[in-house]
Nanobody, 121 residues
Framework: QVQLVESGGGSVQSGGSLRLSCAASGYIYSTMGWFRQAPGKEREGVASINSNLIRYADSVKGRFTISRDAAKNTLYLQMNSLKPEDTAMYYC??????????????????WGQGTQVTVSS
């Protein structure tokens, strides 16, 4: 069955780093992405990967890196130079089809339960 399980969230000081992981069920999805949502805010696309194509939100470009280990069927998000505005619940998402990375949540079919990231000043 389709399943995405996130891990790696936690609390850090401004400038700190975290690496999020998303373990997927036995299927290699064409497109995967990371999204985040803070209380009272809309869900925001953070990063997406399709084959060797990658797209980042302007707010995280240069600080976050998305990658995928196909052998382990696991998606990662390395987050450096974290800021308080990065505080949110982070979700892993997957899509079987698609030709390009996408930061639009409506394009994705499968979602994990989320992992909390909190960055203090």
């Amino acid at each position: 069955q389709v399943q995405l399980v996130e891990s790696g969230g936690g609390s850090v000081q401004s400038g700190g780093s975290l690496r999020l992981s998303c373990a997927a069920s036995g299927y290699i999805y064409s497109t995967m992405g990371w999204f985040r949502q803070a209380p009272g805010k809309e869900r925001e696309g953070v990063a997406s990967i399709n084959s060797n194509l990658i797209r980042y939100a302007d707010s995280v470009k240069g600080r976050f890196t998305i990658s995928r280990d196909a052998a382990k069927n696991t998606l990662y998000l390395q987050m450096n130079s974290l800021k308080p505005e990065d505080t949110a619940m982070y979700y892993c998402a997957a899509l079987r089809g698609g030709s390009y990375p996408s930061l639009l949540a409506r394009n994705y079919n499968y979602w994990g339960q989320g992992t909390q990231v909190t960055v203090s000043s």
